[in-house]
């Protein structure tokens, strides 16, 4: 063979090959156009819940934080003075104001001692639904959904009612067993029993929400665990701290965030058993702190700076609970 026609069969395509087609599209491509078209698809699933809740919180948000930064006392509602920007002019007065730090520190201590109260008797009422009969359980179902559903500014009346101190029954109780101290005992008169009085009204309307959720996630526990629990001996303590804590930290998460929430907003329970703040205003917190700056003093920029706090408080509290529990290994 010659060179010319050695040449001419290696320029020659081999039998049967095709020629090149165009560029070809690499085989993630459609892949990565589905997995993008799948990611926004529960987006727009959620997007009219999302317009919902952009308008009855964000935009609400966003003018308690524009208040928060103008003059905005009667005058300026009544259109008497113009409007005008202050910066953080009400904030360095509120900060300046020594009541202000007083009713932050009760408001976090009652706060905290309301969440872990509501949690305590919600579990343990809980654990005690899985060790009563049918019947039992349904009465307790019912009277805890019935404090759950009542009002709360019904419930505080009633709670009033059974402490006053002169038709009140629980006084009448007390001294019947033999506590004559509490003959004609004024529970809103003094600071801490008035506010031992809010805290069994707060405890009474709030566990039914933590009995119900956790009851739930103890009947999801596999029975077979807690039964050989029992049988190794295992105590009801025991059981409850090594196993089902730990398999139930998912809801616990959710209804102590839910506690700290409603808790640090504590507003009818203060406002209707104290008369607005108590003798002196003694048993203020800040949601009716702010109530009485914004519409009893018209001061309703204060007022608007004091939802802000209350606000960022309650993020930073929230954060570092989620913080905490990320650290001890949860998944969230």
């Known amino acids: 063979m010659s060179s010319g026609t050695a040449q001419h069969a290696r320029r020659a395509p081999a039998k049967g090959r095709r020629s090149r087609p165009g560029p070809v599209v690499p085989a993630g491509g459609r892949a990565r ?25 964000v935009y609400p948000i966003y ?44 408001t976090l ?5 309301c969440v872990v ?5 919600g579990c343990a009422l809980a654990v005690l639904l899985t060790r009563v009969r049918a019947i039992p359980r349904l009465a307790l179902m019912l009277a805890a959904l019935g404090a759950w559903a009542t009002p709360a500014v019904t419930g505080s009346t009633v709670w009033v009612f059974l402490f006053d101190p002169d038709f009140g029954p629980v006084n009448k109780i007390l001294v019947w067993f033999g506590l004559s101290g509490f003959e004609n005992y004024s529970w809103t008169y003094d ?11 707060v405890v009474w309307c709030s566990f039914p929400f933590v009995m ?6 103890i009947k999801a526990i596999p029975t077979e665990v807690l039964e050989a629990a029992a049988l190794d001996g295992a105590s009801t303590w025991r ?38 703040g108590g003798i002196a205003r003694q048993n203020m917190v800040l949601n009716v702190y702010a109530y009485q700056k914004a519409f009893a003093s018209s001061q309703y920029s204060l007022g608007s700076a004091i939802g802000v706090v209350m606000l960022l408080i309650l993020l930073v509290v929230t954060l570092v609970y989620l913080r905490l529990l990320r650290r001890q290994g949860e998944e969230l």
């Open 191 to 201: 600071r801490y029993s008035a506010f031992a009085l809010v805290l069994f009204e």
């Open 109 to 113: 201590l009652f706060a905290a001692v």
């Open 239 to 276: 059981i409850w701290r090594t196993i089902m804590a730990p398999m139930l930290r998912p809801i616990l998460v959710v209804v102590t965030i839910q506690s700290i929430i409603w808790d640090f907003k504590v507003f009818t329970q203060i406002y209707v058993m104290t008369d607005g």
């Open 33 to 57: 156009k589905g997995s993008r078209r799948a990611a926004w698809t529960p987006w727009l699933y959620l997007a009219p819940a999302l317009v919902v809740l952009g308008g009855l919180l």
């Open 117 to 121: 109260s509501t949690l305590a008797v």
């Open 63 to 106: 003018q308690l934080g524009l208040i928060s930064f103008l003059e905005y006392t009667q005058a300026q509602v009544s259109g008497g003075e113009p409007t005008t920007f202050q910066g953080f002019a009400n904030y360095a007065e509120l900060f300046r104001d020594g009541e202000f730090w007083n009713v932050v520190v009760a």
């Open 212 to 217: 119900v959720t956790v009851y739930a996630g």
